[in-house]
């Protein structure tokens, strides 16, 4: 007696699942879905970035108190070698030099933080991302979120600094709500941007910090770029490139803010739509660029 022939048979992989209404497990959602995805875990990307800052300091005997005392201890060391050995204050006047300083390093590590933490935000999370299903976008966002507490918890320290050296709360202050805001969608589209390399290239991590520090030498966080470049031969271009790197223009803004005598004659020009146009091209492009990768990570 002879078999009949079944009526799937012939039919391919893509036509069977077309039509029993199968779908691959773990494929990519459509983009508007993946946002609506990632807004139904609010909660867990709040509760996961307060979790990590907590832990971060927990085996230190001071605590919570390091997130306030790295930066400043490396604004201690920047002002020594750069303000008092090298120079670097030339062009900022000496009274507000610290202040400029310090809130530089504090801005900067907002940045280079939510990258060193993007970074590994796949690779060093495989045992959550391969346990539990969840849009991973949520990680480098929650990673970045954990820098931004940890930026205005710092901030307390930075209003002590400016007040101690003459700057007083002003309207001026309240720029530093949308300067900041800007900032974080920056940051979270770099994060987002190097969770994706880093989750296939984990030796990404180990070179970063040399890439941020780079950066960091030549975004003007210890001295001020127009004065440091006045006097060379140098094209215009570079000056420009320099002044508009988004670091100096977050930081720019920031210093612009909080600092009574640091005036628009230092920042560039159009300095506002160079912090929105870095804000939109990176946190666009970092999100659909991780998205493009969402059903790969933690495989293989």
Do not use: C
């Not at 950066?215 to 440091?228: D, E, L, N, R, T």
């Not at 146009?277 to 969402?294: H, Q, R, S």
């Amino acid at each position: 007696m002879t078999t009949p022939p079944s009526p799937d048979e012939g039919l391919t992989a893509a036509q069977l699942a077309a039509k029993y209404g199968l779908s691959v497990s773990g494929a990519r959602p459509g983009l508007a879905e993946y946002v609506r995805q990632l807004w139904g875990r609010r909660h867990f990307i709040l509760a996961f970035s307060q979790a990590k800052l907590t832990a971060q300091y927990s085996q230190a005997k001071l605590g919570q108190l390091w997130q306030v005392a790295t930066p400043l201890l490396n604004a201690a060391v920047y002002f020594f070698i750069f303000g008092l050995l090298l120079g670097a204050r030339r062009g900022i006047p000496h009274h507000i030099y610290v202040p400029f300083l310090v809130t530089g390093v504090f801005v900067f590590t907002f940045t280079q933080s939510s990258v060193l933490a993007g970074v590994r935000a796949i690779s060093g999370n495989l045992g959550l991302v391969r346990a539990l299903h969840f849009p991973r976008a949520s990680l480098p966002i929650s990673f970045a979120l954990q820098q931004l507490q940890q930026l205005l918890f710092s901030m307390i320290v930075l209003v002590l600094v400016m007040i101690g050296f003459g700057s007083y709360p002003g309207l001026s202050w309240l720029l530093v709500l949308p300067a900041l805001a800007l900032q974080f969608v920056f940051n979270t589209g770099l994060a987002l941007i190097f969770a994706r390399m880093g989750s296939k290239t984990p030796d990404l991590a180990q070179l970063m910090p040399f890439v941020m520090r780079t950066w960091m030498y030549a975004s003007g966080v210890m001295f001020s770029i127009p004065a440091m470049l006045a006097g060379k031969d140098m094209p215009g271009w570079f000056s420009d490139v320099l002044q508009w790197n988004p670091a100096a223009i977050y930081m720019d803004l920031v210093r612009f803010a909080l600092i009574d005598d640091y005036g628009s004659s230092y920042l560039p020009p159009h300095v506002w739509a160079f912090a929105l146009g870095w804000a939109l091209l990176a946190g666009v492009v970092g999100f659909v660029y991780f998205w493009k990768a969402e059903e790969r990570y933690g495989r293989g």
